[in-house]
């Protein structure tokens, strides 16, 4: 079945640094990537969608240059937080669509800002 | 945008009995419903879906129910066992065959305890 790897799984980070999340299709070509924030003992809540090849689409209320998402090839997507903050700190999962292969998700990844 | 109401936000059923967990979406354009069943720190697991062109899907313990006038679709778990206490989250999207970009939108998520 279709597989998607997520690095790191943990990451504790000083504020003010950036944090770079990665997510791999391994045996399919992502065309869509969703890139999701969940708090403790709350919802998946949308943050962007990104497309290979164009530039990710942010909900309302999700700085774009605060995080930032790259989606250069179709098994490749990264999140970038930058300029970390305590408030950042949450489980971020992301979510590869192509054709046939339904919603796969990442295993995720918490976390820490300090 | 579509919004995805879900109820109840905790339930406590004892083994045995039956679990019913329903949600509410506002989009008419919705035509894929999945549930998703998340331990702690775990991705979510696909373990049943239903698309708008079918009422009703079974599998096994499991089964979803779709009504596309009210906009209301349901999930449950008959016979459930101590092993399904978990978060389950409804979730809505456009998507034809389960994907062509549309992304899913959750519910708020219902924490099933099932105490033996």
């Known amino acids: 079945g279709a597989v998607v790897s997520q690095h790191p799984s943990r990451v504790i980070c000083k504020s003010g640094t950036s944090v770079k999340i990665e997510c791999r299709s391994l045996d399919f070509q992502a065309t869509t990537m969703f890139w999701y924030r969940q708090f403790p003992k709350q919802s998946l809540m949308l943050m962007a969608t990104?497309?290979?090849?164009?530039?990710?689409?942010?909900e309302q209320g999700v700085e774009k240059d605060k995080f930032l998402i790259n989606h250069a090839s179709l098994t490749l997507s990264t999140l970038t937080v930058t300029s970390a903050h305590p408030e950042d700190s949450s489980f971020y999962i992301c979510?590869?669509?192509?054709?046939?292969?339904?919603?796969?998700f990442g295993s995720g990844t918490r976390l820490t800002v300090v | 945008g579509e919004n995805v109401e879900q109820h109840p936000s905790t339930l406590s059923v004892q083994e045995g009995d039956s679990a019913v967990i329903k949600c509410t979406y506002s989009?008419?354009?919705?035509?894929?419903f999945p549930w998703y069943k998340q331990e702690l720190g775990k991705r979510p697991q696909l373990i049943i879906d239903?698309?708008?062109?079918?009422g009703e899907k079974k599998d096994q313990r499991i089964a979803v129910t779709l009504n596309k006038t009210a906009k209301h679709f349901s999930l449950h778990i008959t016979e459930t066992q101590p092993e399904d206490s978990a978060v389950y989250f409804c979730a809505a999207s456009k998507a034809r065959n389960s994907n062509s970009g549309y992304a899913l939108n959750f519910g708020k998520g219902t924490s099933l305890l099932v105490t033996p």
């Open positions: 990104s497309n290979e090849g164009s530039k990710a689409t942010y």
């Open positions: 989009d008419s354009a919705s035509n894929y």
């Open positions: 239903i698309r708008s062109n079918v």
């Open positions: 979510s590869a669509t192509s054709q046939g292969y339904g919603y796969t």
